[in-house]
T-cell receptor, first 111, second 112 residues
Framework: GDSVTQMEGPVTLSEEAFLTINCTYTATGYPSLFWYVQYPGEGLQLLLKATKADDKGSNKGFEATYRKETTSFHLEKGSVQVSDSAVYFC??????????FGAGTRLFVKA | ETGVTQSPTHLIKTRGQQVTLRCSSQSGHNTVSWYQQALGQGPQFIFQYYREEENGRGNFPPRFSGLQFPNYSSELNVNALELDDSALYLCASPSGSYNEQFFGPGTRLTVL
């Protein structure tokens, strides 16, 4: 069945460092890919999405490119802030709105 | 805004009891999904309701059941609670195209 694998955390960075969180997926068909973020004590929020191969999703300085040839959707940000500290989930969704999530990667950003 | 609300925020039950969690969506969409998020894990798909009928289920036993009502509200019922049912339960409703979902804040269930 469909699945998502993302790098284990926690990831600890200093403010203004470059962030990469790796995500790979296994799916039949052509799923949509997402990154969700969960801030402490809050629910899931959609961070960005890509719906077809080579699409780049972007939001709040974060970017991810849908790479069909490597079945990847890595999350990147050029300069992280303390406020980016959260748990990040890579996810995919095919037909019918069922969403499959990775295990999540916790990010700590130090001032 | 396609807001999704859930109640209660927190709940404590003992093993063997039954629990009902509630969800309400302002989206007007006739699809609602429920997810279980255990501590330190990603959300796991429980089931989805479409036009008041179950329309897909994840790897959860029958003691997890649901209802969807004509006003787009929904319930998740769990019978014979087990300790491993302790988790954050999330309700989600479509918020746009391309299978994008809007999640509610969740209900934190603790089973003692």
């Amino acid at each position: 069945g469909d699945s998502v694998t993302q790098m284990e955390g926690p990831v600890t960075l200093s403010e203004e460092a470059f962030l990469t969180i790796n995500c790979t997926y296994t799916a039949t068909g052509y799923p949509s890919l997402f990154w969700y973020v969960q801030y402490p004590g809050e629910g899931l929020q959609l961070l960005l999405k890509a719906t077809k191969a080579d699409d780049k999703g972007s939001n709040k300085g974060f970017e991810a490119t849908y790479r069909k040839e490597t079945t990847s959707f890595h999350l990147e940000k050029g300069s992280v802030q303390v406020s980016d500290s959260a748990v990040y989930f890579c996810a995919l969704s095919g037909e019918g709105f069922k969403t499959i999530f990775g295990a999540g990667t916790r990010l700590f950003v130090k001032a | 805004e396609t807001g999704v609300t859930q109640s209660p925020t927190h709940l404590i039950k003992t093993r063997g009891q039954q629990v009902t969690l509630r969800c309400s969506s302002q989206s007007g969409h006739n699809t609602v999904s429920w997810y279980q998020q255990a501590l330190g894990q990603g959300p796991q798909f429980i089931f989805q309701y479409y036009r008041e009928e179950e329309n897909g289920r994840g790897n959860f036993p029958p003691r997890f059941s649901g209802l969807q009502f004509p006003n787009y509200s929904s319930e998740l019922n769990v019978n014979a609670l087990e300790l491993d049912d302790s988790a954050l339960y999330l309700c989600a409703s479509p918020s746009g195209s391309y299978n994008e979902q809007f999640f509610g804040p969740g209900t934190r269930l603790t089973v003692l």
